[in-house]
């Protein structure tokens, strides 16, 4: 069976709760995002995206004590915030 990737897990997200749904994985410390979910938030907040060759996709990290405020800016936007845990 083939594993789901973080987009796969977005996607479904947003096929439950709408296209205007961006998805951050929590971790322990850090949220972590994937794909154009990684490109819209690094846009909005003004930070730098990494890419990963091993998935070939966008990737962003969030420190959890420096961006859970600033939940309130993607919301003024007008999208969701849907966190999963990774």
Known sequence: MKRRTHEDKAEAMRETWGDNTIVWFA????Y???GKDA???AKIFGINLDYTLQ???FVAYLPKDKYDW????IIA???KIAILKD
């Open 77 to 79: 936007e007008g999208y």
């Open 27 to 30: 971790r322990s410390f850090h």
């Open 55 to 57: 998935n070939n996709e």
């Open 70 to 73: 600033r939940t309130a800016q």
């Open 32 to 34: 972590a995002l994937y």
């Open 39 to 41: 490109e819209l938030t």
